[in-house]
């Protein structure tokens, strides 16, 4: 069973940054995409950002230029640094990790739906008010 602990939400106020982290050991025995979600109050989940296994990023529109999605070098953690917060960033944010596999054209992609992620931590959540 894979493991994904987040950790560092909390109650900023606008224009504030929280950094958030996902501890997993995954990343040490595969190649896994792992990605941010969250779903904000009366929300539809949405994707914040994802990073693939060569390492590209990719970003919701909403928050470009103001996340950054990063793993460190150990492979034991996934991080989320999240600058200039807005009252629309509020939500529960959730890490999440699906499996890569190996084809024709190298390892495969993250996934485009957010159903297809086989794993996924409890959440934390993020405040921000005015």
């Known amino acids: 069973q894979v493991q994904l602990v987040e950790s560092g939400g909390g109650s900023v106020q606008v224009g504030g940054s929280l950094r958030l982290s996902c501890a997993t050991d995954i990343l040490r025995y595969a190649p896994y995409c792992m990605a941010w979600f969250r779903q904000g109050p009366g929300k539809e989940r949405e994707e914040v950002a994802h990073i693939e296994f060569d390492g590209s990023t990719a970003y919701a529109d909403s928050v470009m230029g103001r996340f950054t999605i990063s793993k460190d070098n150990d492979n034991t953690a996934l991080y989320l640094q999240m600058n200039n917060l807005k009252p629309e960033d509020t939500a529960m944010y959730y890490c999440?990790?699906?499996?890569?596999?190996?084809?024709?054209?190298?390892?495969?992609?993250?996934?485009?739906?957010?159903?297809?992620?086989?794993?996924w931590g409890q959440g934390t959540q993020v405040t921000v008010s005015a």
């Open positions: 999440a990790a699906d499996k890569l596999l190996w084809g024709d054209n190298g390892w495969s992609k993250c996934p485009r739906k957010d159903s297809d992620f086989d794993n």
